[in-house]
């Protein structure tokens, strides 16, 4: 087991953030010294990241994107069967 402090996540993170994906051997290409598997439990214990379609996403989708993904459902709907789909009891 490897204890890792918040240094090192707070760097991990930083260094992801406002990235769409990557992968663990980018990661390991930053940070030379750290083991790949010590930056795959801080990507995934740590940092609350998975694996989805070989990408890393968040595992919670924030408020924002919560409301964006139901906004483009209710589009598709009424554009698909019209208004009154919603109306329909």
């Keep these: 087991m490897t204890i890792v402090t918040d240094e090192p996540i707070q760097k991990v993170d ?3 953030h406002g990235k769409y994906c990557f992968m663990i ?3 390991s290409e930053e940070f030379p010294r750290t083991l790949r598997i010590t930056l795959y ?3 995934t214990d740590r940092l609350g ?3 989805f379609c070989a990408r ?3 595992k919670q989708l924030s408020d924002f994107h ?3 993904k139901m906004g483009s459902a209710l589009t598709s709907t009424t554009e698909k069967r019209g208004m009154d789909f919603l109306t329909e009891s």
């Design 49 to 51: 990241y998975h694996k």
């Design 66 to 68: 919560k409301t964006q």
């Design 25 to 27: 051997s980018e990661l």
């Design 56 to 58: 890393w996403v968040p």
């Design 14 to 16: 930083q260094c992801m």
């Design 41 to 43: 439990q801080i990507v």
